[in-house]
């Protein structure tokens, strides 16, 4: 990461001369927004990379899913890594790609929307969340091309249509809305396939909590950088619901449970 | 060639320090006063809209008087402050000295240095895990910066209301005692009743999540009230 020239100096802002509530233009009025250039292909540097998450939409939001491994090339890297945050109150985001330039998107993104929320007296709306993290994505499409991937998801609650929603990236900051599901990252085509045949509407917060788990389950089968439930460890996958009641992370025991009755039933 | 006329460094201080009383005499006062499970944030505001109590980082709460512009271009400052040191650092690192002092700096040089102070009082309140660990701030329109024991107030009548909430202060009561108290230290001090629909009030309640800060709505304050 380069560009931390001043670093934080303590001083109050008051003479910024961004005006408006963006966190990331004031972060680059005094160079410290994090980038991260090259002008070299990686070759075989292995950097960690975070792998397969999922959403998936039922009654009464969203409900996001991530399995908890981060691999480099042929190398387990990180047994217990976190894929899926709270993006504010109302929405969750997850991540694939490379996983340090990823965990500082994430935080950027988070500090933004508390930042914009904070000045402004008013939450974004979830459509002006999912296009900010639209264009964090772009900002990044130069290191795409050299390698370094970073493709988040996005769902939250929309407050004004009391609907959960979900969206997808692709490395150029396109932005889709998907109905039903949607998956990232090295095992996303195996959950997805698993989804696609699985998935129902009408799902209650239970039946899409052991869907999603099922599915990184399908995923761990056949993708090896994905890491399935870990029992006798207590790795469980992360597992979060966002609905009226705002963002909530689903417990261990719950996840652990269900875990257990997924691995059991499975064929 | 003309001479400025020379004016004593004493008769300028008095003359800026004269103007500022008078711009913050003219708003209206806020009281902070630390209830059983945090601190409440109250005042007299009749727009709904525009706020003078604001959330600035996970436990530290902000209330301005005097100048709205002024204070609001304060707050929005420490906003800006807070986000980047925990952005930059970590977010244990933001703390309500930290901003506080940030704040005295930066008033203090206003006041010397531009063409005219500025016409505000602001308070700094930082809510810890337990009483003990709960700080209040007060920021002067010259800088001075001070801490206040349990309970404070900012704005024209801060002395009286001071004097007022002495009287019925009680340590680790409820919040509606404590809205209360200054409901009618408030009412009292400026001699007149204040309809229900005019109050704002926030609180930092010290076991809410990681966010802390919390406004009550109307029903709220005026249930705390009946």
Redesign the interface.
Known sequence: MSGQSD??T?????D?PTIGSS?SA??EE?S?HPTWTTDDQLGDLEIPEATTVLALRYADGVVMAGDRRATAGNVIAHKRVQKVFPADEYSAVAISGTAGMALELI??FQ?EL??YE??E?TRLSLEGKANYLARMVRGNLALAFQGLVVVPLFCGFDESTQEGSLYTFDVVGGRYEEQEYATTGSGGAEAKAFLKSAFRPDLDEAGALALAVEALVAAAEEDAATGGPDLKRGIYPNVVSVTSAGYREVGDDDIAATAARVMETRP | MTMPFYVPPEQLIKDRAEFARKGIARGRSIVVAEYADGVLLIGENPSGSLHKLAEIYDAIAFAGVGRFNEFEMLRVAGIRYADLKGYSYGRPDVTGKGLANAYSQTMGTIFTHEVKPYEVEVFVAEVGADPEATRLYRIQFDGTLRTEHQFGAIGGQDDALREKLADGYEPGAELRAVVRLAWDAIEAVEDREIPAGDWEAAVLDRHLGRRKFRRLGPAEIEAARA
């Not at chain 1, 303590?10 to 008051?14: A, F, N, V």
């Open positions: 670093g934080f303590g001083s109050l802002p008051l910024a966190f004031l972060l005094r410290l935080k950027l500090t508390e930042h904070k000045i007296g």
